[in-house]
């Protein structure tokens, strides 16, 4: 028999907002030796909606990176479309867009082209982008305000759209320090009380973090001394690589070896970010590491409020990456002033005083073939912050046409807004096969889960909190399903009062978790 001729099932775990975890296996039908199997895709029942989204675009504004800006202001329309398209089927997005750079300062001493930290835009949000009079930036605030469900709301300037101007906040330029702080700079505007970035963040709105970088982040304790250039002897010679990555690294088995200050020899394996416990604004760490221990962030973005994260429910957090892959991670002796776009040429002795200097370079990890000024460095640090995220999504700097990243983007961004579509076909929708869950986070971090029935079975009464619900869920066709789900279906929450029958708003910070049942694509 032909394995194209079985017929396939799987159960489609979909959690409300999008959660994306591995998949396991379940029992086959006895009538196929075909396996189901269980997955989640990211979809968000309209209950409760959430249809606010706060949209943090992190710029790198460090020389190089021309092009690749550029092609992110070409394609944000975009990312624009799909709300546009979104709107027309009835779910109106409430945006707001803001830019920070990455150009956050080096450390105690600063280096050229850096100010001491925290220095140069520092986390505040840019409103003009420096890209002349004729430019305008959003009005009274440093961020775009745009709510599809009354665009006379918007604050864009006078007869100019929304598309020139988030060009205009982008438009960041190519002379910040060349010692990124892409992690730190969106930590800042997102945690510090910054006058420009006053009500950019807000309760009970999603948070998406788009970082636009072709380097790793290099965010370290503003009282570090490793950019010093005059530091030559104890941390190398002052580039991207000597002072950026080799001590924000360490590769090899547990616990891992900074990378050399040489030739590697070829690609380094299980390169991860280096530990350095302790430090923060005041204090360096204890090492080995010299920059920030990446756990900062990653409890930033994923730990609940009451335990120091960016959002009461973590789920409301959505982090993408248009970097480099993390591998391959390579190091070569070379002339750390090639021009951007041309290949490094081995040189053969490590001299640092040289004309061209001969040192230890990072080897870009992607580099488009036919236009070779889209590159990029491995992303080991930033990728780890990303990918620890429930929703998250990394696309490749080194892509010539940012077109796929951007939709891809705003369907992330849709999915956690949208109807609760289902994304596969049923078996038999009139019967679907589907377990649901209310899975609410409470104020102090912790969850509490209560299974739904279904609402031919009848609605049961749960407990959240103290406070009761009569609740069942039920597969129904909806308008704004039709681009998403192949049958036109939605999951929705019936939640009512037990004691009135009435319509009852469903717990705060509650999301639904939806396995159903669907035919293998």
Same mark, same amino acid.
């Given at each position: 028999?032909r394995?194209? /001729?079985?017929k396939q ?15 396991s ?12 199997t269980t $997955?989640? /895709? ?7 909606v ?20 550029e092609?992110l202001?070409?394609?944000?329309n ?17 945006l $707001? ?16 082209g850096c100010?001491?930290?925290? @220095? @140069? ?18 009005? @009274? ?9 009354? !665009?006379?709301n ?16 982008a ?5 910040g320090?060349g010692?990124? +702080?892409q992690l ?6 997102? +945690?510090?009380?910054i006058?420009?970035n ?6 009970g709105?999603?948070?998406?973090v788009?970082?636009?970088?072709n ?8 009282v ?8 030559? !002897? ?6 991207s690589?000597?002072r ?9 088995p ?29 204090y360096?760490g204890?090492?080995p590491?010299?920059?920030?221990d990446?756990q900062r962030?990653? &409890?930033f ?5 009451? !335990? ?6 973590? !789920? ?5 990456g ?9 190091v070569?002796l ?6 951007s776009? $041309?290949?490094?040429?081995?040189c ?12 230890p370079?990072?080897? +870009? ?6 236009q070779?000024?889209?590159? @990029? ?5 930033l ?8 929703? +998250? ?17 705003a ?5 956690n807004i ?9 078996? &038999?929708?009139?019967n679907? &096969? ?9 104020q ?25 619900w ?11 399903c ?6 036109g ?22 999301e639904a978790s ?8």
């Open positions: 028999m394995w194209s /001729t079985l099932h799987r159960r489609t775990r979909l959690w409300i907002p999008a959660f994306v975890l591995a998949a296996c379940v029992s086959p039908p006895l009538e196929s030796p075909t396996p189901t $997955q989640q /895709t990211p979809v968000r029942v309209p209950q409760n959430k249809n606010k989204v706060d949209v943090l675009f992190m710029v790198d504004n460090s020389a190089s990176m021309d092009a690749m800006t092609q202001k070409s394609r944000f975009q990312f624009f479309q799909v709300f546009t398209d979104l709107a027309k089927s009835g779910t109106n997005a409430d $707001q867009i803001g830019v920070v750079t990455s150009d956050y300062g080096a450390g105690a001493t600063g280096a050229p100010q001491p930290s925290p @220095g @140069g835009q520092a986390g505040r949000l840019q409103a003009g982008g420096g890209a002349g009079s004729k430019c305008l930036g959003p009005v @009274g605030a440093n961020f775009i305000k745009f709510d599809f469900a009354n !665009q006379g918007a604050n864009l300037p006078a007869n100019q759209d929304l598309v020139t101007t988030f060009s205009c906040m438009s960041v330029g190519a002379q320090c010692f990124e +702080h730190e700079s969106v930590y800042a505007a997102l +945690h510090n009380p006058p420009e006053q009500g950019f963040l807000r309760d709105a999603l948070l998406t788009v970082f636009l970088t380097e790793d982040d290099a965010s370290a304790p503003p570090t001394d490793v950019f010093d250039r005059n530091k030559v !002897q104890q941390y190398g010679y002052e580039d690589y000597s950026q990555t080799r001590f924000a690294i360490v590769c090899g547990d616990p891992g070896t900074f990378p050399p200050y040489s030739d590697s020899g070829g690609p380094l394996s299980d390169c991860k970010a280096a530990p350095n416990p302790n430090a923060s604004e005041a360096a204890d090492g590491g010299k920059q920030f990446i962030y990653i &409890d973005f994923t730990k609940p409020a009451a !335990q120091g994260g960016v959002k009461i429910s973590p !789920q409301d957090v959505i982090l993408v248009i970097d480099a892959p993390a591998d391959p991670f390579q070569i070379s002339n750390p002033g090639t021009i776009g $041309q290949s490094y040429q081995p053969g002795q490590l001299n640092e005083n040289a004309n061209p200097p001969c040192v370079v990072l080897q +870009h990890s992607c580099q488009n073939p036919q070779p000024v889209f590159f @990029g460095d491995p992303a080991v640090r990728n780890s912050v990303i990918n620890a995220a429930a929703n +998250h999504k990394i696309s490749s700097i080194c892509d010539s046409d940012y077109t796929g990243a951007l939709k891809d983007l369907q992330l961004i849709v999915s949208g109807g609760g579509c289902i994304p596969a076909k049923l078996p &038999d929708p009139a679907p &096969d589907c377990v649901v869950e209310w899975v609410t986070t409470n102090d971090g912790s969850t509490t889960i209560n299974e739904i029935p279904s609402c031919t079975a009848g609605p049961a009464t749960i407990q959240v909190n103290g406070d009761s009569s609740v069942c869920w039920k597969l129904e066709q909806k308008p704004t039709t681009a998403q789900s192949p049958d279906l939605g999951m929705t929450i019936v939640a009512n009062d037990p004691s009135t029958g009435m319509k009852k708003p469903a717990p705060d910070n509650t939806v396995a159903c049942s669907t035919l293998a694509q």
